[in-house]
Nanobody, 117 residues
């Protein structure tokens, strides 16, 4: 059974930093795309960043230059380094691991990030 466990969320002041982690278990995910999404109250869930199995990355315009996604395949873990945080970054952040080839799509339970002004 695949499980994704996120950690690293919390409360931080504007301009501060947080590092989210998502550890995947129950499989081998080196070929999977790993991504972070977020959902603010009353808004839809949006993808923030992704990293492919070959290490290519993509970011939402709102976080470019501030967030960095990385992965450690040996640990089946994806990270999101968030710098220069803004109040509008406040949301529940979700880890997502997926493969179109294997037709699999997994989600974590979410971790709250709150940025105070």
């Amino acid at each position: 059974q695949v499980q994704l466990v996120e950690s690293g969320g919390g409360l931080v002041q504007a301009g501060g930093s947080l590092r989210l982690s998502c550890a995947a278990s129950g499989g081998a995910f080196s070929l999977y795309t790993m991504a972070w999404h977020r959902q603010a109250p009353g808004k839809q869930r949006d993808q923030v960043a992704l990293i492919t199995g070959t290490g290519n990355t993509n970011y939402a315009d709102s976080v470019k230059g501030r967030f960095t996604i990385s992965r450690d395949n040996a640990k089946n873990t994806v990270y999101l380094q968030m710098n220069s945080l803004k109040p509008e970054d406040t949301a529940v952040y979700y880890c997502n691991v997926r493969s179109t080839i294997f037709r699999e799509d997994y989600w974590g339970q979410g971790t709250q990030v709150t940025v105070s002004s």
